[in-house]
């Protein structure tokens, strides 16, 4: 059973970083391309960030490019999202993917002074 | 990039009802393998999406047969026949052929 666990969220102040975490299970992590996901308090999903399997391309949206980077360790079946520079409109639960069909829980992330 | 315009923003249904949803995307979403990387999602209330079909038209495994989808190119639609109170949440539509792009969604509310 495939399984995506994220970490890492909390109440942070604007401008500060924060680094997330997300622990693969239940299929070859190396072997497939991650997203990044996140939606804000009542809004829809926007996508954000995607890591090849390999870590040979990154892709970014808009919207976060430049401060936020993703990264893996297939030793460790993890991905992660590493968030510089954080505003108010951040705020958001934050969820890891692998493809549209498996989803983690997801991990608020809340900016605010 | 890719803009997906989901149709209608809300709706509102009885059980037994059936509803479409539509989904525009700004160009193709044919790639050049031959598939067409769009997908249907449902939110429900407090919970993490879950793919309801794949690749326009597949069910995915678990998902009732009330579910379905159709389309081609740039438009894409997902019909439910026969609402029941479980279908309540909010649907997206995704395509995965030039990255990652959703649609707004679609509130279902059941009467």
Redesign the interface.
Known sequence: EVQLVESGGGLVKPGSSLKLSCVASGFTFSSYGM?W?RQAPKK????IA?IYYDSSNK?YADSVKGRFTISRDNSKNTLYLEMNSLRSEDTAMY?CAK???Y????VMVTVSS | DVVLTQTPPTLSATIGQSVSISCRSSQSLLHSNGNTYL?W?L?RPGQ????LI?LVSRL?SGVPNRFSGSGSGTDFTLKISGVEAEDLG?Y?C?Q?TH???????TKLEIK
């Open positions: 997203h996901i829809g999903l926007e996508w995607l892709y969820y493809t549209a069909r989803w983690g829980q997801g | 997908h999602l939110q993490s999406p879950q793919l794949y995915e909010v997206y995704v995965g990255a990652l792009t959703f649609g707004s969604g």
